[in-house]
Nanobody, 121 residues
Framework: QVQLVESGGGLVQPGGSLRLSCAAS????????MGWYRQAPGKQRELVAV???????NYADSVKGRFTISRNNAKNTVYLQMNSLKLEDTAVYYC???????????????WGQGTQVTVSS
């Protein structure tokens, strides 16, 4: 079992910044991918950014150039630096981890409880 704990969400004005963190604990796969997904009200959960334990990254087109994903393998923690936030970035952000290096999680992925990000003036 793997546990994921997210933090860093909150309320921010358009153009502002937030940094999300997600710490993983438990039986963590040595080769893994961690990612951030988000779900806005009435919409499906969508990819935001993912990063492998080898450091390769992938981003949704909507956040390229504004968001940066990074990780600290020693701490089993993944971060999402969000800059130039827009109203449409408002969503619950979920952290995930899955074995191997793959952009899309499979049925063996673990998910956090989510953290709310609200962009509003």
């Amino acid at each position: 079992q793997v546990q994921l704990v997210e933090s860093g969400g909150g309320l921010v004005q358009p153009g502002g910044s937030l940094r999300l963190s997600c710490a993983a604990s438990g039986s963590i796969f040595s080769i893994n991918t961690m990612g951030w997904y988000r779900q806005a009200p009435g919409k499906q959960r969508e990819l935001v950014a993912v990063i492998t334990s080898g450091g390769s990254t992938n981003y949704a087109d909507s956040v390229k150039g504004r968001f940066t994903i990074s990780r600290n393998n020693a701490k089993n923690t993944v971060y999402l630096q969000m800059n130039s936030l827009k109203l449409e970035d408002t969503a619950v952000y979920y952290c995930s981890i899955w074995p191997g290096w793959a952009w899309i999680p499979g049925g063996d992925a673990y998910w956090g409880q989510g953290t709310q990000v609200t962009v509003s003036s």
